[in-house]
């Protein structure tokens, strides 16, 4: 009787496949079986679908930070980066705990089991093919049979459990031949590199029509600053321009000459011809330079003259020189005898 590892899948035109990938699993089985783990997810689940129509793969893993080794996420984004750009690639990254010196994943062989039971469920392909030795799975692949699909094990021997081994209907055992001309080449390593450094546009710069948001703001941003700085200079400009003062008017001026022609420079450096257009006339603050007391040749105005009252025509009585002086006791005495006062002063 054959075992399961030498059995051939079986090959039909309508067999429906989906591949599943622990790759945490993969990847140090990879580094030890093979030395190296860049390998081409799309050719490496083809060869394993065997002429299959291949659904979808699911590639499991989690996200790496070290504070000590900051370049262990770096390389990681870049291969993140290439297994985005895969089609009919999905990318499932679960957490991590550390615990002493050690990380311990969480959360992705519970993911990996939840999408395998839930695609048979769903009646998405006709055979699982699992890329994991790892005896955690095999309860999840139970219950695939028993809706009655296919389960197939792809691994190493050296990581192979009993209890996958058991459950499933094929078991393929990775030897070094078989990932020859799965490698990546340095062209497409050097492409996988410059698609990983390549920016990014965020959901929240991105539009649906596809106008970058994060752009056209920082654009924006830009004319308006640069229209703020301009009215500023502007402002500037205006008030820091020096004021024409008019000269003071010389000696000649104040004898009445004709005034001489002022000259400006104004602020961009040309001269410009002026002619004050107010004369300075003579008064209370100028001094006068004849006998009329005018400053410039013209006669200083004179003031209006006063209006006469009625009463002021009126000639006021005369005192003669006979008249009482003020304060004697006989004025006293008709003031106090008009007043209604008696007087004892004789």
Same mark, same amino acid.
């Given at each position: 009787?054959?075992?399961?590892?030498?059995?051939?899948?079986?090959?039909?035109?309508? /067999?429906?496949?989906?591949?599943?990938?622990?790759?945490?699993?993969?990847? =140090?089985?990879?580094?030890?079986?093979?030395?190296? =783990?860049?390998?081409?997810?799309?050719?490496?689940?083809?060869?394993?679908?065997?002429?299959?129509?291949?659904?979808?793969?699911?590639?499991?893993?989690?996200?790496? @930070?070290?504070?000590?080794?900051?370049?262990?996420?770096?390389?990681?984004?870049?291969?993140?980066?290439?297994?985005? /750009?895969?089609?009919?690639? @999905?990318?499932?990254?679960?957490?991590?705990?550390? #615990?002493?010196?050690?990380?311990?994943?969480? $959360?992705?062989?519970?993911?990996?089991?939840?999408?395998?039971?839930?695609?048979?469920?769903?009646?998405?392909?006709? *055979?699982?093919?699992?890329?994991?030795?790892?005896?955690?799975?095999?309860?999840?692949?139970?219950?695939?049979?028993? +809706?009655?699909?296919?389960?197939?094990?792809?691994?190493?021997?050296?990581?192979?459990?009993? @209890?996958?081994?058991?459950?499933?209907?094929?078991? +393929?055992?990775?030897?070094?031949?078989?990932?020859?001309?799965?490698?990546?080449?340095?062209?497409?390593?050097?492409?996988?590199?410059?698609?990983?450094?390549?920016?990014?546009?965020?959901?929240?710069?991105?539009?649906?029509?596809?106008?970058?948001?994060?752009? %056209?703001?920082?654009?924006?941003?830009? #004319?308006?600053?640069?229209?703020?700085?301009?009215?500023?200079?502007?402002?500037?400009?205006?008030? *820091?321009?020096?004021?024409?003062?008019?000269?003071?008017?010389?000696?000649?001026?104040?004898?009445?000459?004709?005034?001489?022609?002022? @000259?400006?420079? %104004?602020?961009?450096?040309?001269?410009? #011809?002026? *002619?004050?257009?107010?004369?300075?006339?003579? $008064?209370?603050?100028?001094?006068?330079?004849?006998?009329? $007391?005018?400053?410039? $040749?013209?006669?200083?105005?004179?003031?209006?003259?006063?209006?006469?009252?009625?009463?002021? %025509?009126?000639?006021?009585?005369?005192?003669?020189?006979?008249?009482?002086? +003020?304060?004697?006791? %006989?004025?006293?005495?008709?003031?106090?005898?008009?007043?209604?006062?008696?007087?004892?002063?004789?």
């Amino acid at each position: 009787m054959p075992s399961k590892s030498s059995k051939q899948s079986t090959v039909r035109d309508d /067999d429906r496949v989906m591949v599943f990938i622990d790759g945490s699993n993969l990847y =140090h089985v990879l580094t030890q079986g093979c030395g190296r =783990h860049d390998l081409q997810f799309d050719k490496f689940a083809l060869k394993l679908a065997n002429g299959r129509k291949l659904q979808r793969i699911y590639y499991y893993n989690i996200r790496q @930070e070290s504070d000590s080794n900051p370049n262990m996420g770096v390389e990681q984004q870049k291969f993140l980066a290439s297994m985005y /750009d895969t089609p009919y690639v @999905e990318v499932r990254l679960g957490i991590w705990k550390q #615990r002493g010196d050690v990380m311990i994943e969480k $959360g992705v062989d519970v993911m990996l089991a939840t999408d395998l039971v839930t695609n048979a469920y769903n009646d998405h392909y006709d *055979t699982a093919i699992v890329v994991s030795g790892d005896s955690d799975f095999y309860p999840a692949l139970q219950a695939v049979k028993d +809706v009655g699909k296919h389960v197939e094990v792809a691994a190493f021997d050296m990581n192979l459990s009993a @209890e996958s081994s058991r459950t499933a209907d094929v078991v +393929v055992k990775f030897t070094k031949t078989f990932f020859t001309g799965l490698w990546m080449t340095r062209a497409q390593a050097r492409s996988r590199s410059a698609a990983s450094s390549r920016p990014e546009v965020t959901d929240e710069a991105a539009s649906p029509n596809g106008e970058d948001k994060g752009a %056209t703001k920082a654009a924006t941003a830009r #004319r308006s600053s640069t229209r703020r700085t301009s009215a500023a200079g502007t402002k500037i400009r205006k008030t *820091t321009t020096p004021r024409a003062r008019k000269p003071a008017a010389s000696k000649s001026e104040e004898a009445g000459a004709t005034p001489a022609v002022e @000259e400006t420079k %104004t602020s961009s450096g040309s001269s410009m #011809r002026r *002619t004050p257009t107010r004369r300075r006339v003579g $008064g209370a603050g100028s001094t006068p330079a004849n006998g009329n $007391g005018t400053g410039n $040749g013209r006669s200083a105005p004179k003031p209006p003259p006063l209006r006469k009252s009625s009463s002021t %025509t009126e000639e006021a009585p005369k005192e003669t020189s006979d008249a009482e002086p +003020v304060g004697s006791p %006989t004025r006293r005495r008709n003031w106090r005898g008009r007043l209604g006062l008696s007087s004892d002063e004789e």
